[in-house]
C-alpha cells in the first residue's frame, strides 16, 4: 500500500517511548489537536503558547 507516503517517519513525533511502553502524547488544551505537549520528566509543556501542566 502507497496510503502514507515516503516519509511516514514524520508520525512517530506523535510518541515517546517511555519505560518500554508506546505512549500517545497530549494535545494543548489551549492550541488545540495538533499541536501536542512535550512531555518531561515531571511536567509536559507546549513550545507554541507556553502552557505547562506539572505530573502529579
Ligand atoms: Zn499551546
Redesign the pocket.
Known sequence: MMGDGPNGKAKWAKYKIEDGQLVRSES?P??GPG?FLAIHADRKS?G??G?TSANE
Open positions: 494543548c489551549s492550541c499541536v507546549c507554541r503558547c502552557y
